[in-house]
Each structure stands twice: as C-alpha cells, then as structure tokens.
C-alpha cells in the first residue's frame, strides 16, 4: 500500500496535510474535555447544598435520638428534628440532582463540541485521501509493466482536467492514438506522486 508519494514535494504535502489533521483532532478533544470541566463546574453549588443538607440532616437525626430518649416529653419534642433531619435529606437529594444534571450536559456538550469539528474534518480529509492512496498503490502495480504507461496516459485523458493536459500535450487525444505517451503518462505520475520515468537518454538516467 502507498501512503505517501515517492515524489518529495508531493509526499511533504501530504505529510503536511496529516499532521495538520492529527493536530486539529487533538485540539478538537482537548477543547471538548475543557468544555465539560468548565460545564461539570456549574455543579459545584450542588455539591455545597448537598453537604450542607447532609450535615443539617445528621445534626437533626443526632438531636431527635438524644430527645427520644427524655422520658414523657421526648416523642413530642423530637418531632420538628425529625421534620427538619427529612429537610437536610430534601436538600441532599436537590443537591445531588444538580451535580447530576451538571455531569450529564458536560459530557453532552463535551461530546458535541468534540465530534462535530472531528466528523467534519475527516469528511473533507478522509475520501481524498483514501482515494489517493488506492488509485496511487494500483498505479504503482502498473507503472513497470508492459503498457504501462499507455494505461496511464489513458487515464489523463479521461480523469485530468483539459487545462492541465494542454499544457503537456496540444492534441491529447491524437498523441494517445499514435502511441505518444510519455507526456500524458508522466503527467499522471506526477498527479499520482509516482517517481518519473527516467529513459536511457535521459541526463538523469543512471549509467
């Protein structure tokens, strides 16, 4: 499989490109775990009611035993602590509710604000990509093989916009008929990262 182009202008843009994928990712979760710490904040005050409902509950529940215990005037006297520990209970339950409601909508809203640049970034990024890399590595099964570069001048013709095979070609399609192909061929190589074909008379060729 080829990831990257064997061309090192194309291969550092593409490099380039993931990295610059990989860090709007990481930006996107670390925005997303920020805005459920700053959300999951806002439970605080529930967490303050709770524990003072806890301690008013106790301290009431403690009275109303001590009461209890006063013979002929206890039980009567015991009843409003006992009003006042289901009071503190009361307060407990609001509190933990609210520090309750707090986590869910920070993990909602954490969530969202994760996913959405996330899902929106690979929808752009990813099909291209991906389409690259497998029209890319079936090219590269072709490129040495006999014909070669006829099948990719054929694919110039038909997939490059005309601007682009103009500029290597006047008459594409009559230069793909009379088996002119090494500037349409190389036009793909190139559109596809692949390496250039250096012929026997070329000064780059290797001795």
């Not at 339950?93 to 520090?99: L, W």
Request: aromatic residues 2%; without cysteine; neutral net charge.
């Amino acid at each position: 499989m080829q990831l990257y182009a064997r061309r090192p202008g194309r291969a550092a843009k593409q490099v380039g490109g993931d990295l610059l994928v990989a860090l709007g990712a990481i930006l996107a979760v670390r925005l997303g775990l920020r805005v459920r710490e700053v959300v999951a904040g806002l439970g605080a005050p529930g967490r303050e009611v709770a524990e003072a409902g806890s301690g008013l509950a106790r301290a009431a529940q403690t009275t109303s035993g001590q009461l209890a215990e006063m013979p002929l005037v206890g039980g009567a006297l015991r009843q409003p602590f006992e009003l006042l520990a289901d009071g503190g209970r009361a307060l407990v339950e609001a509190g933990n509710a609210q520090q309750s409601a707090a986590e869910d909508l920070a993990l909602l809203l954490a969530v969202l604000v994760t996913t959405l640049p996330l899902a929106l970034l690979l929808a752009v990024w990813l099909p291209p990509r991906l389409r690259w890399v497998r029209e890319a590595t079936a090219a590269a099964r072709i490129v040495g093989a006999d014909g070669g570069d006829a099948l990719l001048a054929l694919r110039a013709v038909t997939t490059r916009p005309l601007a682009e095979l103009l500029r290597v070609e006047p008459d594409p399609w009559g230069a793909l008929r009379r088996g002119e192909t090494s500037g349409l061929a190389e036009l793909e190589r190139s559109a596809l990262g692949l390496p250039r074909r250096i012929s026997a008379g070329d000064p780059l060729a290797e001795p």
